[in-house]
């Protein structure tokens, strides 16, 4: 009888310890994980958008790449660049946001010349700026070097060169997109203009007449108004060098660089 009340006393322990664990266990908080997510959110519960912010190779679940957004609201920082194609050429503005006494040159122009026939201008990163424009021009001197010293390389082409090295960094780990949008203007086999915009996104669009940069959005609401298919240079720049002025608070005329390409390749300016 004592053994049998021994034992029955520890079946009757062992029972309300189990017990006493069971509900200890089914009692206690989540915990994060290392990545800060809790189990629920893990396996679809509760949605952070942070868990996105950081890589450029996942998408959301709203299908947005926060990185790539983060880039273009870079380049729309950047200063206003302006285009405008008419008969035979394309006039350009962009107005210049380093108004100190102090610096000498930018080292990275605003405006460009790639080639004979070919100008690049661009708002953001002025060091992402500076990168591509140097790839863009190798491209330019790659095309001469295959195909003869008096080759020129197709605006169409090198458009679709550098689109392809900005898609190129929006799927790749370990690197950035480049924080710049682009317009190039050139002139076409026919000797009229050519005007395309590139984004980050590696995204080509070919315009009449266009801008980039901070104010963009207003300047092109000016342009749809405005723009008539122009035969005169001296009327596209003013229109040009008149929004950039319109749509850059506290811009004077002394701010704003201009220049202009043109039928048998003239550039001037830059």
């Known amino acids: 009888m004592h053994y049998v009340a021994n034992a029955m006393l520890l079946i009757a322990c062992t029972a309300m310890t189990a017990g006493s664990i069971s509900r200890t266990t089914h009692a206690r908080p989540e915990t994060a994980g290392c990545m800060g997510m809790r189990a629920s959110q893990i396996r679809g519960g509760a949605r952070d958008d942070g868990r996105y912010s950081f890589s450029l190779t996942t998408y959301s679940p709203e299908g947005r790449l926060n990185q790539l957004e983060y880039a273009m609201n870079s380049a729309l920082g950047g200063a206003l660049s302006i285009a405008v194609i008419y008969a035979g050429g394309i ?20 405006i460009a010349r790639l080639s004979d026939g070919i100008a690049i201008m661009h708002s953001g990163l002025a060091a ?44 790749m780990g370990g690197v950035r997109p480049f924080g710049v949008a682009f317009l190039v203007a050139g002139i076409g086999d026919d000797g009229n203009g050519l005007l395309y915009r590139l984004d980050p996104s590696g995204s080509v669009t070919s315009w009449k007449a266009a801008a980039i940069g901070k104010g963009s959005a207003e300047a092109e609401v000016i342009l749809h108004e405005e723009f008539e298919d122009l035969v005169d240079r001296d009327h596209a720049l003013e229109l040009a060098l008149s929004i950039a ?14 220049a202009y390409i043109e039928r048998g390749h003239r550039f001037d300016g830059g």
């Open 128 to 171: 992402d700026a500076r990168i591509l424009t140097k790839k863009a021009e190798a491209c330019c001197l790659g095309y001469k070097g295959k195909f003869g010293e008096q080759a020129i390389i197709p605006v169409g082409n090198l458009v679709t060169e550098v689109a392809s090295i900005l898609q190129e960094y929006t799927q």
């Open 245 to 258: 002025l319109r749509c850059s608070s506290g811009t004077t005329e002394e701010d704003v660089e201009t």
């Open 91 to 110: 006039a350009m503005a962009t107005v210049n946001q380093t108004k100190s006494p102090l610096v000498l040159d930018l080292l990275t122009r605003k």
